[in-house]
């Protein structure tokens, strides 16, 4: 005669299986462990998104910064400079932009209104909200201005400091003239301060330019320097 063993957790070896309560917790480990694999590939997908604007961002910074060297190493003459009195940049006498002039073409004259302007101004854009723009200005062939932006967002500040070789007029003595002691120098050396401010006087004395801005994103802010050295200040006979 065959016997039937009772099965040790009390069931009927007809009756195995998952009991409702047991599909109910895997289905909850089932549903919390996806909800946790979920959020961390979105989180990632999120971190990579902001890393790769972030990314856009600075290298659209690099370009703006290395187009303002390479026609700023050209310049033979500033013609103004618009200064900051208060704001972002902090200390007054920075400028906030810069015109200046070359002859790209050679031919002796600085021409406006060419296919190729040779008068270029690079001004700052302030936003409230810190999002200026950096902004390129230049003549058509008409002789209309145009404005075209290099960094159209996500500067938070941009400042210029007019800087010149003519360190005799290095009244505090810490290697860098600005055009506030090319002004004001009483030094023996210094050639003609006159004390009126930004003029002709100082402009045409400026052979180099600081260049700073910072772009952000998020809580991410990253600061772009350089000093540019304006090698043909001086050079040639222009009209």
Known sequence: MMRRHA????RDQDEQGFTLVEL???MTIFAVLMAMVTGAVLSNARAVDNAKQLDDINEEARLALLRME?????????????LFTTGAAG???WARSITFSDDFNGDGVIQAVASDPETLTY????????NGQIQLTADDASGTAVDRPILSGHVSDFHL??????YSCDANGDGITTWQELDTSTQAACPHPNNNGLDANEL????????????????????????????????????
């Open 123 to 130: 001004r700052y854009l302030p936003d409230a909200s810190g």
């Open 204 to 239: 045409n004395q400026i052979d180099s330019v600081f260049v700073t801005f910072s772009v952000f994103e998020g809580s991410h802010k990253q600061t772009y320097s350089s000093q540019v050295n304006l090698r043909n200040v001086g050079v040639g006979a222009l009209t």
């Open 24 to 26: 109910l917790v895997s």
């Open 7 to 10: 099965d040790p957790t009390g």
């Open 161 to 166: 400091e007019l800087r010149s070789s003519q």
């Open 91 to 93: 200390t007054a006498g």
């Open 70 to 82: 390479r026609e700023l190493r050209q310049a033979q003459v500033v013609n103004a400079a618009d």
